[in-house]
């Protein structure tokens, strides 16, 4: 059965826009490399591409304003405008990114987008400027007045393209023949000879020696990889050239030229594999199997239909759960019975067959952190800018693999210590200079997989953070209490900046001042049961990393109970475990403190914390299991009644009219049905810092 004409319109539009931003991230990145290396022919290359396909695909979906815009963009950008403005090309560029940007957005609200007059007023200013083209004259001719048609078949301007795709640049020649050579026929066969000297005749008029006798110009398309200036030396011949017109050939924006680029790319691709492989039959059938391959190679696959998968894997490892308590229960029962080591084999290749399949799913939704990075160096640049900074991005792990719904998460807490990085951690380049710095700072973005967990670092080489000055201002806006400042430590400090209305900033401006953004982070990093971490060195820089969980599906915990109440937490928050009897307990400041090896270890009880009902206070026993739990850079006992075990748990969100509590993170069903509540670590940290401050921990 056919989809109604509607579905299958609001389907396209789907894709559209999923390609479209895709789109807007290359031409940021074109961009960008354009503003580094304003002739890369290359780039400029990429970047017309992108917009002839924005084009095409917006005007199939029927967005006129954004075709019409992609349109006019795509008159600018010609090899003879970049030479000549191609300082400004590259602001065209990122400023058609941000436009195309925001009409995407309007679309997708449907509501009409904004009037894009300032992207209009730039491509008029940069058509109505001079286009370069290097003329050289003879004794008393001016360059420019040689008439000159280069009028080109359709099979010429084909051949000039894929000369400028294989990277060799294209002239156009005009030579003016000098009036008092007598010999006009051997004058344009000499001028012949230089041509082919140069590199690849394209196209050359007139085309042999008989015409030649009446003609007073030679007008020739060249593919060479030599530079303007020496195709002109080269073709100036005292006594036979009087005067030279030479100029970069434009390539015609047809779609045949456009399938011809394609193809020649595709063509490019598969030679590139078979080089590394083993060699091709043909490349007629080449251009065929790399099409077929760079198409049939992905799948984009909805991420609700893997989240589902996902739920199914989960219930299949409770499913496993329960199969090993009632195969325990057998064994009990029936220890000599025969078939029970076919029952153990069956359900050992059964777990094996899960536990791939549970890696095969959970690596469907991983992600390389570079789809995350990719979006950086605009917003450094951008900053930079708008505080008069030169500041410059290396990024580093952009293969690390996360999952996407973690990485989506990640990216608005990432946003603001980049942000804040340029703005409060890189100096002025007059101070950077004071301080025997290079005059650039550099912002480091890297990510790499520590034991079950993902750092996402962001570091600066900038003037650090006073952990003095922070105190002091965090007294100053009435956060703190003097005497709470003087308690907290160096590390406890630095962790004021992501307290909500905290800034730094000495006046508020479009980056920065306000005191939000920062405690973005934090609140983002709870809500992914991760921590963030601060190290700094004055006149150093700062490092911040945010450590996430590889996924949320899943987690390896450690069981426990406390007051009747099973209770897990995740394994890679535990430091040790350890049995103290209760004379070892003291009492300072109202506080349980445990001395631990020389250090003193603040404690923590479950049935002390608000919000948790269930926990019940038992009778106080003689010897009591302590998990030793690190959270950052603190570190607690949790006083438990007995020890579970370790258990692989698939994580299960409650609703909030059944745990209003934020100390628990979630809830898992093992396989006996018993529900496990599962801690949420860093609220457990905040909850009881507030109430009695964790100043003694180890």
């Given amino acids: 059965m056919s989809r109604p004409p509607e579905d299958r319109g609001a389907e396209l539009r789907a894709l559209f826009f999923e390609s479209a931003y895709e789109i807007l991230q290359a031409l940021n990145e074109g961009g960008l490399q354009l503003e580094s290396h304003p002739g890369d022919e290359e780039v400029l290359r990429g970047v017309r591409r992108s917009i002839h396909t924005l084009k095409g695909d917006s005007a199939a979906c029927g967005f006129s304003g954004l075709s019409e815009?992609?349109?006019?963009?795509?008159?600018?950008?010609?090899?003879?405008?970049?030479?000549?403005?191609?300082?400004?090309?590259?602001?065209?560029?990122?400023?058609?990114?941000?436009?195309?940007?925001?009409?995407?957005?309007?679309?997708?609200?449907?509501?009409?987008?904004?009037?894009v007059t300032p992207l209009q007023g730039m491509i008029k200013a940069l058509l109505a400027g001079p286009v370069a083209a290097t003329e050289i004259t003879g004794d008393a001719e001016v360059a420019?007045?040689?008439?000159?048609?280069?009028?080109?078949?359709?099979?010429?301007?084909?051949?000039?393209?894929?000369?400028?795709?294989?990277?060799?640049?294209?002239?156009n020649l005009a030579l003016r023949v000098d009036a008092n050579s007598s010999m006009r026929a051997a004058a344009f066969q000499l001028i012949r000879n230089v041509l082919h000297g140069c590199g690849t005749v394209i196209a050359l008029r007139p085309e042999d020696n008989i015409t030649a006798s009446t003609v007073e110009v030679v007008e020739a398309a060249v593919a060479t990889h030599l530079d303007e200036e020496t195709v002109a030396q080269r073709c100036?011949?005292?006594?036979?050239?009087?005067?030279?017109?030479?100029?970069?050939?434009?390539?015609?924006?047809?779609?045949?030229?456009?399938?011809?680029?394609d193809l020649l790319e595709v063509q490019e691709h598969l030679a590139h594999a078979e080089h590394a492989e083993a060699p091709a039959a043909s490349s007629g059938n080449a251009v065929g199997t790399a099409v077929a391959a760079l198409t049939e190679s992905s799948l984009r696959v909805d991420a609700a239909r893997i989240d589902a998968v996902m739920n199914l894997v989960g219930e299949l490892i409770i499913g496993r759960s329960m199969l090993n308590r009632t195969l325990t229960e057998f064994e009990k029962q029936h220890a000599r019975d025969p078939i029970r080591n076919k029952l153990s084999d069956a359900m050992a290749f059964q777990s094996r067959v899960l536990d791939e399949l549970h890696k095969c799913v959970l690596k469907i939704r991983m992600v390389p952190v570079e789809h995350l990075f990719r979006r950086f160096p605009r917003v450094v640049r951008d900053v930079a800018k708008q505080c008069g900074k030169d500041v410059a991005l290396e990024v580093a792990g952009q293969n690390?693999?996360?999952?996407?719904?973690?990485?989506?998460?990640?990216?608005?807490?990432?946003?603001?210590?980049?942000?804040?990085?340029?703005?409060?951690?890189?100096?002025p380049a007059d101070e950077r200079l004071a301080s025997s710095k290079p005059a650039?700072?550099?912002?480091?973005?890297?990510?790499?997989?520590?034991?079950?967990?993902?750092?996402?670092?962001?570091r600066d080489d900038g003037r650090g953070v006073d952990a003095a000055k922070l105190r002091a201002q965090a007294v100053e806006k009435g956060i703190l209490k003097p005497d709470e400042a003087q308690r907290l430590s160096d590390s406890e400090a630095l962790n004021l900046i992501f307290e909500p209305g905290f800034s730094t900033a000495a006046a508020v401006t479009e980056v920065s001042g306000r005191g939000v953004g920062m405690d973005v982070v934090r609140s983002v990093m709870d809500k992914l049961k991760g921590t963030v971490h601060v190290t700094t060195q004055i006149g150093k820089g700062t490092t911040i990393q945010m450590r996430t969980p590889l996924t949320l599906a899943s987690i390896q915990t450690l069981l426990f109970r406390v007051g009747g109440r099973l209770f897990a937490v995740p394994l890679s928050s535990v430091i040790e475990i350890t049995r103290i009897n209760q004379n070892e307990i003291h009492m300072v400041d109202q506080r349980e403190i445990l001395r631990l090896r020389n250090q003193l270890l603040t404690l923590v009880r479950?049935?002390?914390?608000?919000?948790?009902?269930?926990?019940?206070?038992?009778?106080?026993?003689?010897?009591?299991?302590?998990?030793?739990?690190?959270?950052?850079?603190?570190?607690?006992?949790?006083?438990?009644?007995?020890?579970?075990?370790?258990?692989?748990?698939?994580?299960?969100?409650?609703?909030?009219?059944?745990?209003?509590?934020?100390?628990?993170?979630?809830?898992?069903?093992l396989g006996d049905g018993t529900v496990v509540l599962i801690l949420n670590v860093p609220a457990v940290v905040a909850r009881f810092a507030k109430a009695l401050p964790l100043g003694a921990t180890a």
């Fill in 440 to 458: 650039r700072g550099t912002v480091f973005l890297n990510a790499f997989h520590q034991g079950t967990q993902v750092v996402v670092e962001v």
């Fill in 400 to 427: 690390t693999d996360l999952d996407k719904g973690i990485l989506d998460s990640l990216a608005e807490p990432l946003m603001h210590l980049v942000r804040n990085a340029v703005d409060h951690g890189i100096e």
């Fill in 236 to 261: 100036h011949i005292p006594s036979i050239v009087s005067g030279i017109r030479i100029e970069r050939a434009a390539t015609a924006q047809t779609a045949e030229h456009e399938l011809l680029n």
């Fill in 606 to 669: 479950l049935n002390r914390l608000d919000h948790i009902h269930a926990v019940t206070a038992l009778p106080l026993k003689k010897m009591s299991f302590v998990i030793v739990i690190g959270a950052a850079e603190k570190r607690f006992g949790l006083v438990v009644d007995s020890l579970v075990g370790e258990e692989e748990l698939v994580i299960k969100a409650l609703p909030n009219d059944i745990v209003s509590s934020d100390l628990v993170s979630g809830a898992s069903i």
């Fill in 144 to 171: 420019s007045q040689i008439p000159a048609q280069f009028a080109w078949t359709e099979y010429e301007q084909l051949m000039i393209s894929e000369a400028v795709h294989r990277g060799e640049a294209v002239f």
């Fill in 69 to 115: 815009l992609a349109h006019e963009l795509e008159d600018v950008l010609t090899p003879q405008i970049v030479e000549s403005r191609g300082a400004k090309i590259a602001e065209l560029v990122l400023a058609a990114a941000d436009t195309f940007g925001s009409m995407l957005a309007a679309y997708e609200r449907g509501v009409e987008p904004a009037p």
